[in-house]
């Protein structure tokens, strides 16, 4: 939320540090993200008014026009369609600098020479809007500079709420804690009643249990369909972030951003007989202020007249009773929607609004009269009209009751770690406008209206830690035992496998949990996956089945800025629905895309292949201390290729995957280069076995190298697996140190070549204990694989 100083300042008698107050609030809990200004340097811009405007001689779209500085008169060549005589807008002089670096200098255009030039809000950089010259009010003094004809001179705080704390979507919230933390007053600006001219009500109904408590409404009959708010309001709600569009939905959004109360005005024509809060009929469909139609149900609350809907309570109003430019006679409302009757009801649809987001936190519900008041005084000031009586309805029962908290100082003190005594918590109470019943050592303390984040002690205690002070509270040494914790060896801990990987040349991701239902169906078809009842957004509706989606989703991102070479992984859980049972399955995934190495003149550049990541999680495997008992074996999965795709397996059991992502695949997500992913279940895959001593020979080792002659069919893997057998408890290591095809091989057939390390513990090996290792192992290769020495 962006809050201006000097909108601020009126609530607070005097304008803060900016700074200053700043930290205090962050230090509060209300984390301030940005200190900004409310609009660039402006040096040499100034209010000019036009007093002739003449057709340029030699272009159509151009005038050239006589502008009055207040000290002199200078000559403008400007091709703003509302250039006209009596105008006051902003001219930037020669010399002076707009945002951009752009310099204004003495021109000629079209053989008429110009001496400077008048601005649209757009290129001063105070809004999008580039349609014509920026229209100042007609009192504003010409020659004034801009900066202090607008009060630029301001800063703007963007403060990063957490979501219970929706009493602070307001200046008026933002004041009072402020107000709260210097110790001062909260002012606010004079509101009191306007009083009706009329006696034209409108009906209201709220029906029970739809989610509607109170409701205040206003008949306002005259407005000018052609005001516009003044200019102080427009630049408000601009340095909030809002858009200024018309007088009348301009006075409903600066009242929500003052006071925190969403409101709505409907154009009273297009209203039939009454208006009634309810739930939505299963059959109804309501076309929003976007354009969008949405189909509606019996979860959903509407606002409706005698025939149609008109609203989404508390989210987005409809199109067809929307303010107009024609509008003359509007209806202000003004209601107050119990949290849990609007939470996720918007993000069903996709919309998140201003409204929405502080009808779910929860908006004071005895602020309804107010804000209306408020913003009657505000339309009749820039659009006039006659206002009727204020009608509020209310369903009592309904309506949220603040039960009394129990609350022990001597715990809070205790909790906090810090001697604050009772009559200053009694006193940071009083300023946070709770009622506080201290008859006992268990105080009772009732909350304000405008709290609904306070439901239990450990939520008092909170508010007395951090109004006292966060900073204020004492360091001091812990008083109890420091134990460590237990280390187990029996299996490879995240933090070292995310080392390992990272001293491969891999970065670490995080990803979200939720994933794009659509993508998630690439990668798994077919997998259950949960779906979220109420997603923050449609591309984060399922929970993940595989990490593979987040992964890849960012390897896109990283190609669209032309990274060449992409390593990622990501430790985290993939969620497993299965017979309705959800499962949380611990894994570490990742990819690796585009060169094997990083480019260098020592090597030529080569793709990553399939071995290159192979050999990366073989390292990870071998961090087990039993990497024997892992294979990889030819598997098929959806998204991976189908002539690269393996099955990691540990003693015969299925652990995890290592593959090229499917060529179809790869085209459907626009990928520019090819990537291979792996994705490994940390439990029965990264489980350790506990080291244990073993005796290092003192004799020295022997090798023999074989090549031998099998078929193409036949996995190297049958190949080592056999002369482990083969070879007994002599061999200690074994190297495949070249696979060849071509001249001299039988076409269907291989050689591989391997090197057997054969040692004793006891003695040195001779040449006959080696040459019967290696006849044992030839003989059971001929055998059991049909194998042939290689002799040339």
Request: proline share 7%; charged share 25%; aromatic share 4%.
């Amino acid at each position: 939320m962006r809050i201006s100083i000097q909108w601020l300042s009126e609530w607070l008698g005097s304008a803060p540090e900016p700074r200053e107050l700043a930290s205090r609030l962050t230090m509060a809990g209300l984390e301030v993200e940005a200190v900004e200004p409310a609009a660039p340097p402006l040096p040499g811009v100034v209010v000019g008014e036009i007093i002739e405007r003449a057709k340029h001689p030699d272009a159509d779209t151009l005038s050239v026009c006589k502008v009055s500085t207040g000290a002199e008169v200078v000559q403008i060549v400007c091709g703003a369609p509302n250039a006209r005589v009596g105008l006051k807008a902003p001219l930037a002089t020669i010399g002076a600098k707009l945002p951009g670096g752009m310099e204004i200098r003495k021109a000629k255009l079209r053989g008429v020479e110009s001496f400077g030039m008048l601005c649209s809000a757009s290129e001063l950089g105070l809004s999008e809007d580039a349609s014509g010259l920026m229209e100042l009010p007609g009192e504003t003094n010409t020659g004034a500079s801009i900066s202090d004809a607008l009060g630029l001179d301001d800063t703007v705080l963007e403060v990063n709420l957490t979501p219970n704390r929706g009493d602070c979507m307001s200046v008026q919230g933002v004041a009072r804690e402020a107000a709260l933390l210097a110790g001062g007053a909260l002012r606010g600006p004079a509101c009191a009643p306007v009083p009706a001219q009329s006696t034209e009500r409108f009906p209201v109904e709220l029906e029970a249990g739809a989610g509607c408590a109170r409701f205040a409404a206003r008949v306002i009959r005259g407005v000018r369909a052609d005001a516009q708010a003044p200019l102080w309001m427009r630049e408000r709600l601009r340095r909030a972030g809002l858009r200024p569009i018309s007088a009348i939905v301009d006075v409903t959004n600066y009242v929500m951003l003052e006071l925190g109360q969403p409101m709505h005005a409907y154009d009273l024509r297009e209203l039939d007989g009454g208006i009634v809060v309810r739930r939505a009929h299963a059959s109804e469909t309501l076309k929003l202020l976007d354009g969008r139609e949405v189909a509606l149900d019996g979860t959903v609350m509407v606002i409706a007249d005698r025939s149609k809907p008109l609203a989404l309570a508390g989210v987005m109003g409809g199109d067809h009773s929307g303010i107009s430019a024609s509008t003359t006679d509007v209806l202000l409302e003004v209601a107050f929607f119990l949290p849990d009757a609007v939470a996720g009801r918007g993000r069903r649809y996709g919309i998140v609004t201003d409204a929405s987001q502080r009808f779910e936190r929860g908006v004071d519900p005895t602020l309804q009269e107010r804000a209306i008041e408020r913003a009657t005084q505000l339309l009749l000031e820039c659009a006039g009209g006659v206002p009727g009586p204020v009608e509020a309805t209310e369903l009592r029962d309904e309506l949220p009751q603040r039960t009394p908290v129990p609350f022990r100082p001597e715990r809070a003190r205790r909790v906090i770690g810090a001697p604050i005594g009772d009559e200053t918590i009694a006193t940071i109470f009083d300023r946070l406008g709770m009622v506080v019943n201290r008859s006992s050592n268990q105080w009772q303390v009732r909350s304000p209206p405008w709290r609904f984040d306070i439901a239990i002690e450990e939520d008092l205690v909170e508010e007395v830690a951090r109004v006292h002070g966060f900073d204020q509270i004492p360091e001091t040494d812990p008083v109890v035992r420091q134990a460590m914790p237990a280390l187990t060896e029996t299996r490879v801990s995240e933090e070292t496998a995310a080392d390992l990987l990272v001293q491969r040349g891999y970065f670490e991701a995080i990803t979200y949990s939720f994933v794009d239902p659509a993508l998630q169906s690439l990668f798994c078809p077919g997998a259950a996956a949960l779906e979220l009842s109420n997603p923050i957004a449609s591309d984060l509706a399922a929970m993940r089945v595989s990490l593979w989606p987040g992964l890849v989703r960012a390897l896109a991102e990283n190609q669209r800025r032309q990274q060449p070479r992409v390593r990622l992984f990501e430790i985290g859980r993939r969620f497993s629905l299965e017979d309705g049972l959800l499962t949380e399955v611990p894994v570490i995934a990742g990819l690796a895309a585009g060169t094997a190495l990083p480019e260098q003149w020592g090597t030529r550049s080569e793709p990553v292949d399939f071995f290159d990541v192979k050999s990366d999680i073989e390292a990870l495997l071998r961090a087990t201390g039993t990497s024997g008992e892992f294979r990889f074996a030819a598997g098929q999965h959806p998204a991976l290729h189908p002539g690269q795709s393996s099955r990691i397996l540990r003693d015969g059991r299925p652990v995890g995957w290592l593959g090229r992502l499917h060529p179809e695949l790869e085209g459907e997500l626009d990928l520019t280069y090819s990537a291979l992913v792996f994705e490994i279940e940390t439990g029965p895959g990264l489980a350790a076995a506990a080291p244990q001593h073993r005796e290092i020979s003192r004799f020295p080792s022997v090798r023999r190298d074989i090549a031998i002659v099998v078929d193409e069919a036949i996995p190297v893997q049958a190949l080592l697996d056999r002369i482990r057998a083969s070879a007994g408890p002599l061999l200690t290591d074994l190297l495949v140190f070249d696979i060849y095809r071509g001249a001299g091989i039988t076409p269907g057939r291989k050689s591989v070549a391997i090197g057997l390390n054969l040692q004793d513990i006891s003695r040195t090996l001779t040449d006959v204990d080696t040459d019967a290792v290696v006849a044992q192992v030839v003989t059971d290769l001929e055998r059991e694989h049909n194998a042939a020495i290689r002799d040339k």
